[in-house]
């Protein structure tokens, strides 16, 4: 909770002279240099203009000192954006200004019973605070407190450190990778990256990037500030054959730490060899790898509407996806395939191993699991993109029929395939395979119980040897059975509608 009791004897409003005094004392350097700074990034700004204008990431922010009427005010808020930028990025800096300009803040509102009460406001979401200004409220604070406000003692820090966002962002919400990226999802983008990836050159220069830039996210969980920083000097291949990406700092640190690079990672060789046809295809002049076909930068919020690009491209219907997703998506799939807390850490590029044990928590028991294993959860009700053919009757279907076992059952009757060449195993990846045409009345719900029954010998399998945490294959034949569960929708749906065509 963020109730605080305040002493009552204890004065927290100030003077003006007591402010006055305050911003007469403060100092900061003339010039602001931003050693992470990349392409078309801004290097330094004088403090001494009254309005700071910053370009980051492709994106131009200002700051106009000159919106705010008090002259002791205004040199207060510039140390105060002085301070943020030094040690935070340009958009954190951006958030807390608003807060004296869009929100009017005065001096009078950094008294400590004033300023807990926006905290609250900002946890609850209420007169026009979101959960963004929480974070941004209690930099300013802590930033006054340190530096000895009118109005604070240097043990307030003790009481500030305690308040968090509450549960409006708990774990458990926060962390639903379900929510994020079902397994249809993760299967529709890894049926599609192998298309892509052998066909890419049928792909324009802007659908090759959009491309990359989606498999960076979902591979190595890139964030939008780092996909504008890559270089092609980022990227790296050792005989044609393995592929890696040297990731961008993300957050502002020291000076040096931006000489000495980051962490190297290995990136997949489909997504490699399209990286090195991107670059193949660029404007040599311009360094970044993500760069416009004209050679001019990409922005970093340009992200998102590459990722859904690519989706929309690839038949989804009404995508809206962001590279945060793909993060979230890629640290539960380390989770579920066993990783430590250490490695899902240093995939994410965190010191600390705080949100790393987050996922973990919030990853599903083998409960949960076993409940979705035997179809008890809905939770993967919607389906978001047809991954199969149109449907068929048995009787005009005049090509081969899909034939396979599932366990120690036949399978037959339930579609066909109109490939000309196919190295798939039947039945198990038919269902994800746009080849695949069902049958209307095809007995899919044969094949959903026999992978039902695969599914429980598993889990048997995985309980004797307790490794019920950490299961790939379940996860395999779970996304399989989201796939024959669509399927049999579809079918229901048709013969529901029976007006003579077939669900699209």
Same mark, same amino acid.
């Given at each position: ?16 002279? #007591?402010?006055?005094? &305050? ?161 249809? #999802? ?14 890419? /050159? ?36 050792? !005989? ?57 930068? &990409? ?8 990722? !859904? !690009? ?27 395939? =066993? ?134 294959? /379940?996860?395999?034949?779970? =996304? ?25």
């Amino acid at each position: 909770m963020l109730a605080v009791k305040f002493d009552k004897n204890r004065q927290f409003d100030a003077t003006s002279e #007591e402010w006055s005094a &305050f911003a007469s004392r403060l100092h900061y350097k003339r010039v602001i240099q931003f050693h992470a700074a990349v392409h078309s990034d801004t290097k330094r700004v004088d403090s001494n203009l009254d309005v700071w204008s910053i370009r980051t990431a492709g994106e131009l922010i200002t700051f106009d000192f000159t919106r705010i009427d008090d002259g002791d005010t205004r040199l207060i808020v510039k140390w105060l954006i002085y301070k943020c930028l030094a040690s935070y990025s340009v958009t954190v800096s951006k958030i807390c200004f608003r807060l004296f300009v869009n929100r009017g803040w005065t001096l009078g509102d950094l008294a400590l019973p004033a300023i807990y009460e926006k905290l609250e406001l900002s946890r609850s979401e209420k007169d026009g605070y979101n959960i963004n200004y929480f974070a941004a409220i209690k930099l300013v604070t802590n930033f006054f407190i340190s530096n000895d406000a009118p109005g604070t003692e240097i043990e307030d820090l003790f009481e500030l450190e305690q308040q968090t966002p509450g549960m409006s962002i708990n774990v458990a919400g926060y962390y639903d990778m379900e929510v994020r990226l079902s397994p249809l #999802e993760d299967q529709f983008i890894q049926m599609h990256t192998t298309h892509d990836a052998k066909f890419m /050159m049928r792909l324009s220069y802007a659908e090759l990037r959009d491309f990359v830039i989606l498999r960076l996210c979902y591979e190595i969980g890139l964030r939008p500030i780092q996909l504008f920083r890559l270089s092609k000097d980022s990227f790296q291949s050792v !005989n044609g054959q393995y592929f890696s990406i040297l990731r961008p700092w993300a957050k502002k640190g020291r000076k040096n730490d931006y000489k000495k690079g980051t962490d190297r990672l290995a990136i997949s060789p489909e997504l490699g060899r399209v990286i090195t046809e991107l670059i193949a295809r660029q404007n040599h002049y311009s360094v970044q790898l993500l760069q416009k076909e004209d050679g001019t930068d &990409f922005i970093r919020n340009n992200g998102v509407t590459s990722i !859904n !690009n690519t989706l929309i491209r690839w038949g989804a219907d009404e995508s809206h996806k962001t590279p945060y997703d793909f993060r979230h998506n890629m640290a539960h799939r380390m989770v579920m395939a =066993g990783s430590s807390a250490s490695e899902v850490a240093y995939m994410l590029g965190h010191d600390s191993l705080l949100a790393a044990r987050h996922y973990i928590a919030a990853s599903p028991s083998i409960s949960a699991l076993r409940e979705k294993a035997l179809a008890r959860n809905g939770t993967y009700g919607a389906m978001v993109a047809l991954l199969t053919g149109e449907l068929a009757l048995p009787d005009n279907w005049q090509e081969k029929e899909v034939l396979g076992r599932v366990g120690e059952d036949l399978a037959t009757g339930i579609g066909g395939c109109d490939a000309t060449d196919c190295e798939y195993v039947p039945v198990y990846n038919c269902y994800g395979c746009q080849n695949f045409h069902p049958f209307e009345d095809g007995n899919h719900d044969a094949v959903l119980a026999a992978l039902r029954t695969e599914v429980l010998k598993i889990i048997v399998i995985s309980d004797s040897t307790r490794q019920s945490g950490m299961n790939p294959a /379940m996860t395999q034949l779970e =996304g399989t059975m989201e796939q024959v569960k669509a399927v049999m929708s579809r079918c229901r749906n048709c013969r529901t509608c029976r007006g003579g065509q077939h669900a699209q």
